[in-house]
């Protein structure tokens, strides 16, 4: 019995604290400035000419309570927060019963926010799960419970949530989805679209209409449970035919939400911005977006790529070397249909397009344009008795002695594996990583085939550096941000290195135009013929291509544009599909070089023109067909009595 008084009375004195606390915590609340939740949770995204091409949960989109729908208001308190009119912001009962649901099945199957606390959530920038984050999610519960009613709270819920398909707030979503306003949602409507916010990519209709359906049924069960509903009311919202204009959406490509997506995940990686909406009162970023580029982009790729075909995807990006200002970007064909960004988030084989990167470490080891291999069938033995035999494209093969610009040109792999073995894997490790490629290497001999998956942004990142001459550079979206009083709050400071020769990333350079050139025309074709009629600027160009993944990398002193083409679930690429790449890739470049003389490097002092035949690499004579202007480092002009680099690979032991 004395026993049980002490636990009552440390229970007692206990409840007395906790009511000390919460009282104290509430009293403090009162006194804080009243949060304005409208501005709130605003984003403004301005793009290089200042103009505005987004405002996210600002006052413009904003609906007031009356203007919603009894239906969707009843189905949502009903499906996320029943108790919402009775608790003052946490449902303590609900918590409990969550938590040991969760214990006694060891993993989380119910949560247990309320309304108050998910619009509290929706005014952060960053989601992460960190104790920090929840007691200011907590704290921001208390103020707007203590500050606001609760229609209020739920009018600024409703404009917030997301929907689905770039969709924030329920006026946006009755639009987007049924043509019509939120006031005029049928419960057959509401019912969907509440469903909708506890995981927008499972339970949008459009995405898949049995689920969405399943999920329906179970808001509108619980809306007769709760006696909002009848039985007779939830049978026919449930088989009543919803008229989804949201499929005619889906069709008009939206693809710019890509780069506002990149932008917001920018945003969220710099520190010294304020991590809550609520301390800024919304933000003005301006963006590196060029909408002229931006729109030639998205119209190439509605224009070019298959209509019939919509699993094969793209990503795209335009990104200016000298600033590393990315002025374009496509993260798939139709953010309607899929908000993956493939050129921010998905890693891909790269193909030959990691060649240059294994040029330029044979220019720094005394290769010139010039060095030659012999092109034909070879295999490799390593030292634990395996082997290793490369083949070119079509098993193609000059038999013969052929030049480094040569095999550029053809993008020849067994020339690229007898430079690698020459040169040991570090070489081009070495080199990948100066440019900022942070993937990790395998040493194997396939490495300069680019069988290694790496991120579109981080790729394009590095060959800017080559259309650098030499400076590597940090590609971005964020040029400034202001708080809504025009209060800077962040700005780009150029981050720029020298880290390759700019003499020989000029003489990469312009190896990389022999991919188009007619020169090269001898056993085998470059790799992008078709285009030399059809450019009418200079550019360096590599493209790149495995079983799965297409490849084009071009660029010159202003631009650089970087596309890719295959399938999401790594389907074989046919043939026939190649050309959509490559025509996105120059139709790209060419419309923004369109009126513009041509942009192209200086000759270095320290750099001769010389006259080689382009195949052989040898110089020129006056009984050679074929003449082309190569560059040099003074000092290492081709000889006739030059050695085929082969006579030396054989007196090594690659491992």
């Not at 990104?319 to 798939?332: N, Q």
Request: charged share 20%.
């Amino acid at each position: 019995m004395k026993l049980l008084k002490e636990i009552l009375k440390i229970s007692l004195i206990v409840v007395i604290l906790i009511l000390i606390v919460y009282s104290g915590i509430i009293m403090y609340a009162k006194i804080t400035p009243k949060l304005e939740i409208k501005s709130a949770n605003s984003i403004s995204l301005y793009d290089t000419n200042n103009n505005l091409f987004f405002q996210g949960s600002g006052n413009k989109e904003w609906i007031s309570l009356k203007k919603i729908s009894k239906n969707l208001i009843n189905a949502t308190i009903a499906t996320e927060d029943k108790n919402f009119y009775n608790h003052n912001g946490f449902d303590y009962l609900r918590i409990l019963k969550a938590s040991y649901t969760n214990i006694i099945n060891r993993e989380k199957l119910q949560g247990a926010s309320t309304i108050t606390q998910q619009y509290a959530k929706n005014l952060f920038l960053d989601f992460d799960k960190t104790w920090q984050r929840k007691l200011k999610e907590m704290w921001y519960t208390v103020e707007l419970e203590t500050h606001y009613n609760k229609e209020e709270i739920l009018e600024g819920y409703l404009n917030t949530i997301n929907y689905g398909h770039g969709m924030y707030g329920i006026e946006n979503a009755s639009k987007f989805y049924f043509d019509k306003s939120a006031q005029n949602l049928t419960l057959a409507e509401a019912s969907i679209l509440a469903g909708i916010p506890k995981s927008p990519s499972n339970y949008s209709p459009l995405v898949n209409l049995d689920t969405a359906k399943k999920r329906q049924l179970k808001i509108l069960k619980t809306m007769v449970e709760q006696g909002i509903i009848t039985e007779e009311e939830k049978n026919y919202a449930y088989n009543q035919k919803l008229n989804l204009v949201g499929k005619n959406n889906l069709d008009k490509p939206n693809t710019q939400m890509y780069f506002h997506d990149a932008v917001l995940s920018e945003l969220e990686t710099i520190d010294n911005i304020p991590k809550s909406y609520t301390e800024t009162n919304g933000l003005k970023i301006y963006t590196t977006l060029d909408p002229n580029a931006q729109s030639s982009l998205e119209e190439n790729i509605k224009e070019i790529m298959p209509k019939d075909n919509e699993e094969l995807q793209t990503a795209n990006t335009m990104i200016k070397p000298e600033t590393g200002e990315i002025i374009a970007l496509v993260g798939g064909r139709n953010y309607n249909t899929s908000e993956f960004n493939r050129a921010t988030s998905a890693k891909r084989q790269v193909g030959s397009t990691m060649k240059p990167f294994l040029y330029y470490a044979a220019l720094e080891n005394n290769f010139t344009s010039s060095t030659s291999f012999t092109s034909e069938q070879t295999t490799f033995t390593f030292s634990n008795n395996t082997t290793y035999s490369p083949k070119n494209y079509n098993n193609k093969y000059g038999n013969k002695p052929i030049s480094m610009a040569a095999a550029i040109a053809y993008s020849e792999n067994v020339y690229a594996v007898k430079t690698h073995m020459f040169l040991g894997s570090n070489a081009l490790i070495n080199v990948a990583k100066r440019t900022g490629i942070t993937t990790t290497f395998d040493n194997v001999a396939s490495l300069p085939l680019g069988t290694k998956e790496i991120n579109m942004l981080e790729f394009a990142g590095a060959y800017c550096t080559f259309a650098n001459q030499g400076y590597k550079i940090k590609p971005h979206f964020i040029r400034k941000i202001e708080d809504s009083n025009g209060n800077v709050l962040y700005q780009y400071k150029e981050q720029k290195t020298k880290v390759l020769d700019p003499s020989l990333t000029f003489i990469l350079n312009n190896m990389l135009t022999g991919t188009y050139d007619s020169d090269y025309i001898d056993y085998n074709y470059p790799t992008a013929i078709s285009l030399a009629s059809k450019l009418t600027h200079k550019y360096a160009l590599k493209s790149g291509t495995t079983d799965t993944d297409n490849w084009y990398i071009g660029y010159n002193k202003d631009i650089l544009v970087a596309t890719w083409v295959g399938y999401d679930n790594n389907k074989t690429i046919l043939s026939k599909e190649y050309k959509y790449g490559q025509n996105l890739w120059y139709k790209t470049i060419e419309n923004y070089e369109n009126g513009k003389e041509d942009s192209w490097y200086e000759t270095p002092n320290n750099i001769t023109g010389v006259l080689v035949e382009p195949i052989s690499g040898r110089p020129a004579t006056d009984q050679s067909e074929k003449k082309k202007l190569m560059y040099f480092i003074k000092g290492t002009e081709p000889k006739d009595t030059d050695t085929v680099f082969d006579e030396k690979l054989e007196n090594t032991h690659p491992t």
